[in-house]
């Protein structure tokens, strides 16, 4: 009997897993590339199966959807075989025609093809998220240090257990289309695939929210979102409905100063702190508790953008904190952070140094509770589909493991019930958990049937409980094998009441205390939002309540914003609370590593060729990203040692690095005209001899805090734009080397701070 035949797509997926790249895309060095080989000039001919995935992409590891692992090779859930076919694998000859009565006639109803492919087209787009709607993600991987297996029994917080997470980051006020540098809170979401099934710890990256209460959130987020009559402004809060409402809810006002500070503008998300905002509860081993609040401390610091610069490049290129991740992760640079926990007692009044630990809007400063590291989370692949996984994705802070538990804050009560009713109406129906991305890593036998996408194929004839005609199974489990069990906490008795707890009621010493523990360089920020976002409104009550607002907080700040309105500045209206500052509130005077940082290096092209090659190599091997700025694109010296330009003078702008070097003084490029780009000055292309937008590049770097560096002709450059060589943050150097080292020591502290002179 002969061997049985291979199926041809099994074959073919086979091929793919197999197939080493061996025209890996060149310049790999320095991410961007769209796909995992260079193409050809012309349109591919010759049959062959779909490419692998770029080196650094995945897809969702693969579990069946009942959580059995079936270590199937991924390219054997993606497309596979070399030919176009239907959804149901029959080949196709055509795809660009419809079925007509002849080649002008009418298109016939049975093309079933033409049905198929425009059906699908039609129902692509599923619900966005009402909040969070933007977001980018990327698999990874959480070690637990063990430290916390005194205070929790939760398998992947062991000792050097590893867990694959996948981890979302958004905005929440914007649409899908907003832009990536809007000031808003972001939202740090990680799903643990671990042993005892999904863990998804969901976050913000402000500790604090706007709200004590979950009835309210329909409320903040409709005043928060544009305008329901003229559906503007997106993704912003610069507008009355959103002041009006959190200067009624005086709640708000600690989350919102939050907000209004650097805080609010991330530089990326690998330099963003996250937070589980409320306070949870952990069980150990022999069933003792602990309340805790969770924290996310990344390990290249926490580091904001300022605002022009965040407003440039919200035009410039609204996708700047997607790209920068993911090309973080491309480029080698997998992004850090340390998960740890701030631990009090579980005492009956859920108090702590008299802060109320189930107020989501109230913070325990580091300094009383310091944040105990428990484990690393490194992001180390990219997503291989953005709908598939990143769009897909769906979190609840309901999906527990043994040893964490929740707590009674009001907050966190009414998320319960959103999340989950959320995922049924985006995701079609009850059967989310069984997407690809969702599925868990742990075994399912649930007794759930049926619903809209049901993928699983169960067996069996008695999903109920209790059973003889399964044979009793399944079983139900106690807490010696692996069962989830609430804690037997007192819950607090009283009357049937819409109320708050007394401690509720203070909402204004946090937000002083927020205030004081910042820098005078932030501080200055803060006034600056304040002044920007009302300024902005159009009512005159909503900016003179605002100031009544801050005059709760400090008189100062409340001075300066009502100068920037034009307005008196009222008196407080509640004694101003005396707190310690906290000084692990301010992003200001660490040092950090440099992993990922992004340098433009700018050349004119010409001798200066030797000094790019040997700045690029060394940017690399410190773990940045070099980007080559010239005239035009393509390689320069292609006699030689060929250099790639990644950025030319029209496409490049200083929001997009970290820092500037200068090895040359490049003349105007044969595009450095008004008409043909904008953002010449004809005049000044004349009058210095060099390119307009070079001096642009630098005069906004610099103008933004940004170290540059120059050597040899590239001081020709800072002359003509009016920056002395001797000012704060900028290095000339008598060569690329020393150049580069100097810069280096500066971007450890993110920005030339001393260039922000605060009002005296």
């Not at 990219?382 to 964490?404: K, M, R």
């Amino acid at each position: 009997m002969s061997a049985k035949k291979k199926n041809p797509v099994t074959a073919a997926a086979d091929k793919v897993v197999e197939k080493v790249q061996e025209a890996a895309h060149p310049g790999n060095e320095i991410p961007g590339s769209p796909g995992p080989q260079a193409p050809s000039l012309a349109e591919p001919t010759e049959p062959a199966g779909p490419l692998p995935p770029k080196p650094d992409q995945r897809g969702p590891e693969t579990y069946s959807p009942t959580g059995q692992p079936t270590r199937t090779a991924q390219a054997r859930v993606a497309q596979g075989g070399e030919f176009l076919t239907t959804a149901q694998g029959t080949r196709l000859h055509d795809t660009d025609h419809s079925l007509k009565a002849g080649p002008r006639g009418p298109v016939l109803l049975q093309d079933h093809h033409l049905r198929e492919k425009i059906t699908h087209f039609d129902h692509e787009r599923i619900p966005e998220r009402v909040v969070h709607a933007r977001g980018a993600a990327a698999h990874g991987v959480f070690t637990g240090y063990g430290t916390a297996e005194g205070i929790s029994k939760a398998a992947f917080l062991a000792k050097d257990a590893e867990t694959p997470v996948f981890v979302r980051f958004s905005t929440v006020l914007g649409s899908r289309g907003s832009a990536d540098t809007v000031r808003d809170t972001r939202g740090f979401a990680t799903k643990f695939y671990t042993a005892e099934g999904v863990f998804d710890l969901v976050g913000n990256n402000i500790p604090v929210f706007f709200i004590q209460d979950a009835i309210k959130f329909p409320d903040v987020i409709h005043a928060g979102k544009p305008h329901p009559d003229r559906e503007i402004p997106q993704a912003q809060s610069a507008h009355d409905t959103f002041w009006d409402f959190v200067t009624l809810h005086t709640e708000a006002t600690h989350h919102t100063l939050w907000n209004m500070s650097d805080r609010g503008i991330p530089r990326s998300y690998r330099m963003m702190e996250g937070f589980g905002v409320h306070t949870f509860r952990l069980v150990n081993a022999e069933g003792a508790t602990t309340l805790v609040k969770f924290h996310w401390k990344p390990k290249l610091g926490v580091h904001s953008l300022v605002w022009e610069e965040a407003q440039i490049t919200a035009g410039m290129d609204p996708d700047f904190h997607r790209r920068d991740l993911a090309d973080a992760i491309e480029a080698g640079a997998h992004p850090q952070w340390e998960l740890g926990v701030q631990t009090f007692p579980d005492t009956e009044d859920q108090m702590f140094h008299g802060i109320d630990l189930l107020d989501p809007t109230k913070i325990v400063p580091e300094e009383l509770a310091e944040v105990r590291p428990i484990g690393l989370m490194t992001l180390d692949a990219n997503p291989s589909n953005y709908f598939a996984e990143t769009e897909q994705v769906a979190f609840h802070v309901g999906h527990l493991v043994p040893g964490i538990d929740l707590t009674d804050d009001p907050l966190l009560q009414g998320r319960l019930f959103s999340y989950l009713d959320t995922q049924i109406s985006r995701l079609g129906g009850p059967n989310f958990g069984q997407l690809p991305i969702n599925r868990t890593h742990a075994p399912v036998n649930d007794m759930l049937r049926d619903g809209m996408h049901q993928t699983a194929v169960h067996s069996g004839v008695a999903p109920y409980r209790p059973n003889s005609l399964d044979g009793g199974c399944p079983f139900v489990a106690g807490a010696d094998t692996g069962a989830y069990i609430e804690v037997p906490a007192e819950v607090q008795r009283g009357p049937k009441v819409r109320a708050a707890a007394a401690s509720f009621d203070d909402h204004f010493s946090q937000a002083r205390l927020f205030w004081l523990s910042m820098t005078p360089t932030e501080r200055e920020h803060i006034v600056a939002a304040y002044a920007f976002e009302l300024n902005k409104c159009w009512e005159q009550a909503v900016k003179e309540r605002a100031l009544l607002v801050l005059a709760n907080i400090d008189g100062d700040l409340c001075a300066q914003v009502a100068a920037g309105l034009g307005l008196p500045a009222p008196e407080a209206t509640v004694a101003l609370a005396d707190p310690q500052p906290s000084p692990a509130l301010s992003q200001l005077g660490g040092r950090w590593p440099v992993d990922g940082r992004v340098v433009g290096i700018v050349t004119a092209g010409g001798a200066d060729l030797a000094d790019v090659r040997q700045v690029r190599r060394a940017a690399l091997d410190a773990g940045m990203v070099p980007l080559v700025v010239a005239a035009a694109g393509g390689t320069l010296d292609q006699d030689g040692d060929p250099v790639t330009v990644q950025r030319t003078f029209a496409t490049a702008r200083s929001t997009e690095f970290d820092a500037i070097v200068i090895a040359g003084a490049p003349v105007p490029g044969a595009d450095a005209y008004g008409a043909r780009d904008a953002k010449v000055d004809d005049d000044a292309a004349a009058t210095t001899g060099l390119d307009p937008r070079v001096l642009l590049l630098v005069t906004e770097a610099y103008r933004h805090g940004k170290a540059l560096g120059v050597w040899a002709d590239g001081a020709d450059i800072l002359e003509a734009a009016g920056i002395a060589p001797e000012a704060p943050g900028v290095v000339t150097a008598t060569d690329p080397g020393a150049a580069l080292d100097a810069l280096t020591e500066l971007l450890t502290r993110h920005r030339v701070w001393d260039r922000f002179t605060p009002a005296v």
